[in-house]
């Protein structure tokens, strides 16, 4: 009973290089999200999915993309990485919006821009 | 501007007794409530939510208390054990357009002594 699962765990970025993070949810969920958690802070939403095939942007978006070209798979990309997103990456997804449906979390991806 | 606010980013308690961690929030258009547990390494997992149209919700030793008026909710675990070190986020849930917003505190950490 994986859940949701993120792709990968650790990783070393230099700036200017761009990667993909992977996530994976086998919930037959319809909304997914990604968050990023910096010290200090709680976690923030960057971008949102309600559906295959749509995206929309959440509180902190910038420098950021994703797509949802399956309804279990969410990507997030970063076409040019920054110091400024260092962070820990957290995947979410749930049924439904609303008090009885809460967000199902991955384990999160470090990411380290140098 | 921080609409949820956890003011003490850290908390130890002896096991067997109370923990209560606090919470406090600005937008008094938040129509639910919840709260997350989070291990080191791990992503946030659901604990229990409450609506705002009620002031109280009890699932065994974790119970939520709603203030409105103050605009404050806290999370009460009884007794505390020492698997209940973690750290708990507040998250305040608010409707943007498509689907509801989850709004993060920064966290506690709580630390149960055996």
């Known amino acids: 009973n994986a859940g949701v699962t993120q792709t990968p765990k650790f990783r070393v970025l230099k700036t200017g290089q761009s990667m993909t993070l992977l996530c994976a949810q086998d919930?037959?969920?319809?909304?997914m999200y990604w968050y990023r958690q910096d010290p200090g802070m709680g976690l923030r939403l960057i971008h949102y999915?309600?559906?295959?095939?749509?995206?929309a942007k959440g509180e902190v978006p910038d420098g950021y993309n994703v797509s949802r070209l399956k309804k279990q798979n969410f990507l997030l990309g970063l076409e040019s990485a920054a110091p400024s997103q260092t962070s820990v990456y957290f995947c979410?997804?749930?049924?439904?919006?609303?008090?009885?449906?809460?967000?199902?979390f991955g384990d999160g991806t470090r990411l380290s821009i140098l | 501007d921080q609409q949820v606010k956890q003011n003490s980013p850290s908390l130890s308690v002896q096991e067997g007794r109370i923990s209560i961690l606090n919470c406090d929030y600005t937008?008094?258009?938040?129509?639910?409530f919840l709260w997350y547990k989070k291990y080191p390494a791990e992503g946030p997992t659901f604990l229990i939510s409450?609506?705002?149209?009620?002031d109280k919700n009890e699932d065994g030793r974790f119970t939520v208390f709603l203030n409105k008026s103050a605009k404050h909710l806290s999370l009460h675990i009884v007794p505390s054990q020492p698997g209940d070190s973690a750290v708990y986020f507040c998250?305040?849930?608010?409707?943007?357009?498509?689907?509801?917003?989850?709004?993060f505190g920064t966290g506690t950490l709580l630390a149960v002594q055996p």
């Open positions: 979410a997804s749930s049924k439904r919006t609303g008090l009885n449906q809460p967000q199902h």
């Open positions: 919930m037959n969920h319809e909304y």
């Open positions: 999915s309600v559906g295959e095939g749509t995206t």
């Open positions: 937008n008094s258009m938040f129509d639910y």
């Open positions: 409450i609506s705002s149209i009620k």
């Open positions: 998250a305040a849930s608010a409707y943007m357009g498509a689907t509801n917003k989850l709004i």
